[in-house]
């Protein structure tokens, strides 16, 4: 399995408010960044893989929906997510 509990645990302390908070914008928008990354990286060896790129383009969107409430609430927050995960926007 990719996403190990020990790296999603990892992942929620460095962009949650703490180690345990896994419900902030930015530990959700990580989550969905690594996942994104993973699958995009499974497409490159399989591009026939159907489920796969589907699955992609719903955590696309979700990633895109929730950046794009952060961006509603807190514009700081919002562009400090985006330059620390590196996104294009």
């Known amino acids: 399995m990719y996403l190990t509990k020990e ?17 902030t914008a930015e530990a959700q928008i990580a989550l969905f960044t690594y996942r994104i990354q993973h699958l995009t990286e499974l497409m490159k060896q399989h591009k026939k893989d159907q489920v796969s790129e589907r699955s ?23 562009r400090a997510i985006v330059k620390q995960l590196g996104l294009r926007k």
């Open 7 to 23: 790296k999603k645990e990892e992942i929620i302390a460095q962009y949650g408010k703490n180690a345990k908070d896994s419900g």
């Open 56 to 78: 992609l383009v719903m955590l696309v969107g979700k990633r895109r929906k929730m950046l794009d409430y952060l961006k509603e609430k807190d514009i700081e927050r919002y």
